[in-house]
């Protein structure tokens, strides 16, 4: 159930419903909006009464939601989301780029990556200190070590950092360290997980499961939205198929859809999604065109020194290059960068 | 095996090479480039010996190929693949768009379709005589008449004609009609097919397989370049996935890596790709970005009153905004339009 | 629409029925079963009256068809098809055996084949006479030279002969060499090719398309039966997939659904399934006990020198070990072997 | 690396390759076989040297592995694993049925369940205390109660319990209420969850991940093998294609290869594989055919009642009358029941 106000309704108003809606042991979530705001209503246990709210003053009204996500759902919230940072925004206006190596690696490359990313305007660095192997011999990542050192970046230079979690143990440093905490791709079910960065106050950019439909993604989002957590950033990262021309299926045909069902802001990431640094560009920059927020891109001061995924990394030449091409298309999708 | 002439080769020496390939029993395929022309030896069996070309006049080396294709390579040929036709070229400068509808309708609808596509500078107009229905007691298109029409739209605008041939039984009759040859993306291994378009003197539009890998597609090229026609384009429209937010999972993600492999032209149909209209310019603006040479886009005055496939079909207030943005877009991808 | 006749309807009644269909410009496809006969209309343009058929006498009820495949439902026809072949019985009773190389090889060979495989009461061999293979410059298939070895092991043995039809311009040739017509997976969705075989008075056997949804193959199995040709025999023979495991993912969960759906006889192939000799023996066990109704083996007295896919045949020893295996456990599914 | 003891190796030798491999600060994994006990070795950073092992008395060979899986693998342990229970024996002389409702019910439920399963030699009983579901407004399983209810279950029957473990904070308890740790298909890839019942001292049951290749799986195996549980199940219950005829595409094809590379036990889910009670029979006979070790069935008292997943379990008559058909047929595949 959505309860939508009018334009003009006071704070007054609006903490009446949510009164309304706690007393029958329901949850509110208040989400504002550009015109007015909408108050989605979770966990009833069936059938809401809908004259329970279209009695109170400043109600519009009350509809009903038929998709299995409410809160993500451009039923519950019309306007595009959009998330502000100290170093800028998030949304339909700006398109943003996330860039760095796949792990954290040595503080000095990790500085010189930084600088080099905030001296081109890059907002956000990426970075992982947990690391996801598909093998438990692989190096797994510098730990908690790794977010000291993504902190002492930030402190620096300024710039953001996007990091990904693995566990609810760790769901607190994480929160910490990062200005964007980063759900991976194998845990995109993991819904454990997104309970526990539901109750984080920081954003996630949650990827894509490799075999999801855009349904379950919407769901996941759905799960770290019901907890209170509204600002999620999907992020398309190549699906599996029987394709074998790149290391996963870049699945660019799911942002329109995407956008039109749900609010939150979308990025891709043609780096895990084509797994060849050379197709990297190409991708990026049709994503910007297919009507992507943003993007999460590997970049490495020396990619054949990476150590992991190197060859999918770009090196900084190659970036700059790419962020140049960006910044000169972005106007022409209503986008500053 | 590869034959690669001097650039300074005379057509003598070019004549001569051919000349001893064929006395081998086998087949030779001149290739001229921009600087350099290339010969391609096919239908040995067995390894070829190098020294029998590399002491001969002109012949600056002899290159074994690995990849199971080779007319389709760009080992055997390094420059983009140009298509000349009566309305413009097709090639690596140029951006092609092909719009119409599904199938062949009435002559009336067919011919304002056709006038206003000229109107607009679209070269081509596509639209299916033979359909390939999934079901028995479907509308199969309308055949030899289909065609008729088609051709008398040709003659009343100069407009170029795309059109579907189905089986080796009408080749001819397509051939004649059409001035490129589709074949869908049911018949892309269809081996006969390809034999037969192969000795067709037309270019022939090749569809990707909807689960086809980039080499079996790049192999379904090569069928028709072994018969001697080398003017094939590709043509991206969607692969099979479990992802069901589409009709099909519009692959852009392939065109780099076919770029990278393959010279031949590649466009992508975004209207079978997706199966939804509204995600249709998004997917094509996207098609430019990634690298494509062109567009199959189903357009149609009345989409809803279309025979088939209407939900996928832009009017022509679509159509011609999406021109619009792609003509404005293009000289950023150096490409004209 | 389907006619079902009362259980004792007379001749008469029946032809009256059929009369009646055609001087509305439909087709009636009249199919005999164990208690009554239905009668199934196609061809109808717009929705068909029922009462036109309700009063006629010897009826029982005319029934409106939902599916898209009729002639091909278990609505249109409760009972499991057999087909009756010299050599024997193919359906629910009976679990058959189809065995042989990939391609036609040397009269010797073949011959060599054909006699083991009868000496073990195996029904039928299989061999391409002509064969659809990924690049233009493999090895095509003996063509007709092949299909005069297949008559002279007919001819020799009395074993049956299956084989694969490639084009329409074979369809005779083939229709006369073997007793069942072999379409293939990449042929599946060749319309123009199904509804060539409709015309054919041999049983054609249907593989499924590596993409291809159950209702896609039921609905190309419909295109043969709407042509006039009701024995089809379906062919499961492995689906695309992510899945790196094996060539293909043979899917024998689609056995239960099919055989739901649909009243044909149901044929699994496990050696282009998974690609691997190893693999075959445990697939086809699995087969028979998920409810298949027969096998199609590539088998080769030297598998090693086999002209191709060697690596899926077994050898006789391996071969005559699923036999005995088979036509153990066969009683426990109500078959015999 | 693997070091295989020659088959009358002493304990003491055992003993001194253990403690040379700590020595070099790696880990030494002591897998006793048939005939003689392997050693594998994890840990290492680089090659080892293979000297250092074959001059210690008592030792055969020393093997390097190349598999990305060790601890998994063939090459590590020749002879199939067999876990024992206080119900009996799991492994390749054994099929093992796991039956129960998806999710735990009342405390009635169960127990009635419970005692139809072990009057019937059913040795486990499955139902889930907590309930993986892709939307948060969904019923998330009783939780610590379920667990409580399924002890019961046991105390007051003997039945071994089979419940599913979704993240670190519940692992202890459900250690503790289980005799067999089940980790979903969303979790496959949760390595922090594997990690973690790594140090379990319970079996695991590890369901593939709905896109996992063979590899992946082996490799979330090795994952829980590593840390030094070395009783893991594969568990087999679809994976995610393009097919729409059921849930899942149930792969019973993965069980060769896997029973070629991997000693472990394997075991399929045909409940979720299918999602389709009706098929569920056929898929469970071929799984016993195609060389499972033991099934997972969903069935329930009065299914349509079921609180999740109704539309796939079993009533207790189709589940006796699969039982029946199993024992009958298991020992034509060297198996008892």
Redesign the interface.
Known sequence: MLVVMQSHAMQAQIDKVVRVIEEQGMSAHVMPGATRTAIGI??NTGAVDKSLFEVLDGVEEAIRVTK??KLASREMKRDDTTIEFAQGTVGPKTFTMIAGPCSVESEATMLKTAEHLVARGVMFLRAGAFK??????SFQGLGLEGLRVLEKCRAKTGIGIVTEL????HASAVEDAADIIQIGT??M???????RVGKCRKPVLLKRG??S??E?WL?AA??VM??GNYQVILCER?????????RN??????????K?LCHLPLFVDPSH??G?R??VP??A???????ADGLLIEAHPEPDRAMSDGAQSLDFAALDALLARLK??AP?FGRTM
Chains 1, 2, 3, 4 share one sequence.
């Open positions: 979770t966990g299995p996500y996801p192997r598909s093998s438990p011999y693995m566990d609810t143990e194998r845990n079910q993991n819904f454990s997980l997104l309970k490799m075999s439909t855009l379950e769901m759905e799960y019901a907890g190549g699906i599996r198929s029987f394709s074998d021309h790149s299926t870049l699945d660019l045909s799911v942002i329109p859809p995407a039109a999604g084509t060849k050379a197709y190409a991708m920059l049709a994503s910007l065109a297919a009507g000169a298309l022409a």
